[in-house]
């Protein structure tokens, strides 16, 4: 049996599941979970806000942890490699997105989460493709959010060729946010961060931002001149968009990683003037969660987490619900 | 005295109107205006609808004439070349735009229509940058809208790397889609026009559509795979875009040349999952320009329009008013 916490019923507190592991499909690993970081969508999973959710419902898609058994046709992986999963834990490998890598795109992805049993577990099973080894220059401990959080503010940099010479803002500074401020400060951007919290500056500064910039200081925002090349939003708030778009230079683009439900509401003529553009991305491919590991190995990137054990799982819960945490919970046995 | 139709209030019929001409700047040309389409913006000039108009209003801004004068410093024209001359009359020519060869992005372009009078006259003037060439394989009597309408609908086959391989949909076929429509064929890609107005659905043949849909049948348009790299919007009117985008494949991309005035109401899950973008931009730069009528001249691109004489110009305007031209009004002396 394999011990989870499951939410038994839409937004329940979590409790301690055990459940029959499946057979190993060929194509699959089974992962030891060593750490397991707690997401916003794990939320969104637990309360059912998607209507997609099964219950008993083990949320968790931010692993790390080691192979501990290989399907018969695994060659991406051996026992004892320590590997990490996320929100994606399978593709269909058979569609033009999947044969061109960009696996995110395939139209048949399993979810971690919505798929089966996922990473709030002692065990988890995934295709191997979708399993990506942790470098050893990683902190592994901390890096658990990196496998969603970061290579969800990772993709635009690869998808629009971002590099040290553009100006990067990002709205929203917590689970998605200070890793997009550590990543493009750490590619050699000039980083401006948007953020309502005046609490975090100090914080903001230590991890790198050229600036802040109160997120809703509309007269404040107003007087930048245009010079953004891309604007990162994390927030799931509904903010003034064609104010930001007004900052943005010609070419560039608002980009969207946070689920915001409200409508985005723009006018044509904050598009048109500067052909600008607004767009939106979910996590990355299995090629681009590499690169970002790598990344992130190479300039010492962790995320800031708090840690927590399995068993004090609904406290962590409770404190991203109340957006107490700093920035990220990561959860371990 | 130069001869001109002009509204000499808001939305007031045109009527004629003589002003003096100002001086020669070095760098301008004078041209003797052969013909003038009209444009919807045209008709926003005269009303006054974006509050930067001034009367007398002479507006027109797809002009094809020849150059009769040339300032003192005026290297690109000589006397008796055949020019167009669009939306743009002038530019810094100092700032990183200018340099880039972006014209169309400088903060200060001058506009034919706002900035001076413009092309519902016997004469205009322009800095000379903004003037280009007519090639002479293009049908010079009917290709005054290529300079507005035409530019608009070429600049993202250019900004996007459109190929022969793409599927392209054009929403709107009025003065600016049936452009769109001959360009994006004599490129080679698949086309979809969606249009609302079943009587077209022969012409639509005629000038190559590979597919027609009604632009408001949503059912009709909710079951289409997504498949289309680029969607150009070129009305006026809110659609459901989130509709549209369903149908965009993933990396393409929703594009308004429409100037709108309700908002662009999209949510962000139609963006994310696809890496989909919504966009928008303006005319184009006078490089694009001269690509663009090369362009039309090769593949023997003319606008489907209807001429009138310049007395007859308040009959024209009432047509468009009432979107009975098929598909742009041209006006001779």
């Not at 799931?236 to 915001?260: E, T, Y």
Request: net charge negative.
């Amino acid at each position: 049996m394999v011990k989870s916490y499951a939410a038994m019923s839409k937004g329940s507190e979590l409790e301690l599941f055990e459940f029959e592991p499946e057979d190993l499909e060929p194509n699959k690993v089974n992962i030891h979970v060593e750490s397991c970081g707690i997401c916003h969508s794990d939320i969104s999973a637990i309360d059912g806000s998607w209507g997609k959710s099964k219950y008993p419902m083990v949320a968790g898609h931010e692993v790390i942890g080691k192979i501990i058994e290989v399907g018969s046709n695994v060659s991406l992986h051996k026992i004892g490699d320590r590997v990490g999963l996320g929100w994606h834990s399978g593709y269909c490998h058979n569609c033009d997105y999947c044969n061109a890598g960009d696996h995110n795109f395939c139209s048949s992805t399993k979810k971690t989460v919505f798929s089966q049993h996922g990473g709030f577990a002692e065990e988890v099973t995934a295709d191997e493709v979708s399993v990506i080894p942790i470098p050893n220059g990683l902190n592994h401990q901390d890096a658990g959010p990196l496998l969603c959080g970061g290579i969800t503010v990772f993709t635009p940099l690869v998808e629009f060729n971002i590099t040290k010479d553009n100006k990067v803002g990002i709205i929203g500074i917590g689970g998605l946010g200070h890793l997009a401020l550590k990543i493009y400060k750490a590619l050699g951007c000039h980083v401006t961060a948007f953020t309502n919290s005046d609490d975090k500056n100090d914080l903001l500064e230590e991890l790198g931002a050229d600036e802040i910039i109160s997120s809703t200081d509309d007269s404040m925002i107003k007087a930048i001149e245009s010079r953004f090349d891309l604007i990162i939003s994390t927030v799931n708030v509904k903010l003034d968009w064609n104010l930001f778009l007004s900052i943005i230079k010609p070419r560039g683009r608002l980009h969207f990683v946070g689920a915001v439900l409200a409508p985005i509401e723009t006018s044509v003529f904050s598009l048109m003037g500067g052909r600008k553009s607004i767009s939106g991305s979910p996590v990355g491919s299995p090629e681009n969660i590499k690169k970002m590991l790598n990344f992130c190995s190479e300039h010492k990137i962790s995320p800031m987490v708090e840690h927590f054990k399995f068993a004090q799982i609904n406290d962590a819960i409770t404190k991203l619900r109340h957006n107490e945490l700093r920035f990220r919970a990561v959860l371990t046995w």
